[in-house]
């Protein structure tokens, strides 16, 4: 099980670092994610076969936990009286034949005190002493929390004074809940039965089912339950139900994991909300749309006059810095659509940055083929036949005119000789010409009034082509916003994929299968 939840953690940051380096999650909501505690009491040791049971005394300053120590150990091993409020030390109480793993890496060794013993009786258990948890020094709170993963069984001591201090153990049942507890009141001799029951229903309020609570005094000179403590430890130390406690607590550190991919998975959004989301844009982009033509039009008019006079220093802009502004705005208030919508806005709001610096290239390169394109091919279909069909009017005309005076001249020669009549007269030549003149004359007054005007014909290719360009630039952020959805989904996936991964039930540990002591140390 420590296996599958390793792989699931690892899979885990894999994920959180692509959908941190890609915006789809916060920093800090990162960091709940990818910091889990992935330590155990496993990792201090050589092999994970037949290890020791860790067994921490917590608590207040000033409770004796480490004369309950020193009286398990029949030796001064830990600190006590007036030093403990400022010893940031730890103290590992365990048989010589136990070897720890990799301490060195894992924790300042200076503040660590190892103390060793040769007794069989406690071959299988480790006993630490931790430094105060209510210290005002911060560095004795950051120790504890660093060693917590790896306890076992954690006894937190308290007296019949600071019983209802509660508030520190309050904190350690937040952060390791997956431990088993036994409860130390020590200084019995100070105590009253009135205060041990009133201490066991502040257990019960805290989720804990008829607890383990030993009253101790540690002097030899009154009788008090160490041994009973003492054996209610060695009773647990089997390898059954260390790894009972390993597998409970790893299955913990899972459904953490879990809860968190959910939190996470929430903060992806609703793929419902890219419907309305369209809607929006499509709304919002019509409105824009509509402004940027009318603030384009005056430049339109100016860049056709300058191409219709064969200008091509590029010197006319049609999207300057209003109509960039003004496209700003609409991108700006589709991201603040997107966040209302519940939408993560930095995946889209680093796409859309390409869309603020495209749509100026887009315009001028559309703008400018149409007007070329429409200079090439001025005027429309019509206009272009009855020009072609005017201009070889202009020339076949006159010629037919010409060839009709021809003949007349030529009928009126023969005639003259065979009759020895006037050949042609002054109405002839006056009329023959004007026939040439007039059959020139119409075709070439139509082809003149029909040319299409070169700075009509450049307006008319601007307008095509800034059509075209806003239709494109729509396009892109559309496409965007698709892609958006589509990132979106496979996010989603993913993390689902790992919550399934985490909710797989088949490692979970069934707890009434466990003695009925064991049961009495876990919280609910």
């Given at each position: ?103 060195e890496e ?5 503040q ?38 790896f ?14 201090d ?37 257990l ?63 903060t ?68 603040v ?51 072609k069909?005017a201009?070889?009017?202009e020339i ?39 026939l ?40 892109e ?26 909710d ?21």
């Open positions: 099980m420590a296996y599958d939840y390793s792989e699931i953690q690892s899979k885990i940051d894999h994920w959180v670092q692509h959908a941190t380096a890609e915006g789809w999650i916060e920093k800090t909501l990162a960091q709940t994610l990818v910091k889990q505690k992935n330590n155990s009491a496993n990792d201090l040791f050589t092999t994970a076969n037949a290890r020791p049971l860790l067994v921490s005394f917590m608590g207040g300053t000033g409770v004796g936990k480490s004369s309950l120590l020193n009286k398990l150990a029949g030796q001064s091993i830990a600190k006590a009286g007036v030093e403990r409020p400022t010893s940031r030390e730890v103290t590992l109480y365990y048989h010589q034949s136990v070897s720890l793993h990799l301490l894992t924790f300042p060794v200076h660590i005190k190892l103390a060793q013993h040769s007794e069989d009786a406690n071959k299988h258990i480790i006993w630490m002493d931790m430094p105060d948890f209510d210290s005002t020094e911060q560095k004795n709170k950051d120790i504890v929390l660093q060693w917590l993963p306890v076992d069984v954690l006894i937190y001591v308290v007296s019949p004074e600071r019983y209802r509660n508030k520190a153990w309050q904190m350690l049942l937040a952060e390791g809940a997956s431990h088993a507890w036994v409860f130390v009141l020590n200084q019995w001799d100070k105590g009253v039965a009135a205060q041990y029951d009133d201490f066991k229903q502040q019960a309020l805290a989720d804990f089912n008829d607890p383990l609570v030993f009253k101790t005094v540690c002097t030899e000179q009154i009788t008090d339950e160490f041994s009973q403590l003492q054996s209610a430890i060695e009773n647990i130390a089997t390898e059954k139900t260390i790894d009972q406690l390993e597998s409970r607590g790893l299955q913990q550190r899972k459904d953490e994991t879990k809860n968190n991919l959910e939190n996470c998975l929430k992806l959004g609703r793929q419902q909300e890219f419907s309305l989301l369209a809607d929006y844009q499509n709304s919002s982009w019509l409105q824009t749309q509509k402004v940027l033509k009318q603030g384009f039009e005056w430049s339109v008019q100016q860049a056709a006059k300058h191409y219709s006079e064969a200008k091509i220093d590029g010197s006319i802009e049609i999207w300057d810095a209003w109509a960039q502004s003004r496209f700003n705005d609409y991108l700006d208030d589709l991201i659509a997107i966040n209302q919508h519940g939408l993560p806005t930095t995946p889209i709001r680093k796409t859309l940055m390409d869309s603020r610096t495209n749509a100026k290239k887009i315009l001028h390169i559309r703008a400018e083929l149409g007007c070329r394109q429409s200079l090439v091919n001025p005027g429309n279909g019509i206009q272009r036949m009855l020009l069909i201009t070889i009017s076949m005309l006159p010629l037919i005119a010409m060839s009709v005076v021809g003949y007349e001249v030529l009928q009126g020669y023969y005639n003259s000789s065979t009759s020895n009549t006037a050949f042609l007269g002054a109405d002839f030549a006056v009329h023959s010409g004007l040439i003149l007039i059959s020139w004359l119409f075709p070439f007054s139509i082809r003149k009034k029909m040319q299409p005007s070169l700075e009509k014909a450049a307006l008319k290719g601007l307008h095509n082509g800034l059509d075209e360009a806003i239709r494109m630039i729509n396009s952020v559309i496409q965007t916003l698709k892609d958006f959805k589509m990132q979106q989904n496979e996010k989603i996936a993913e993390l689902n994929l790992l919550i399934m991964a985490c797989n039930d088949k490692h979970k540990m069934d707890l009434t299968n466990t003695n009925q002591q064991l049961n009495r140390m876990l919280v609910r």
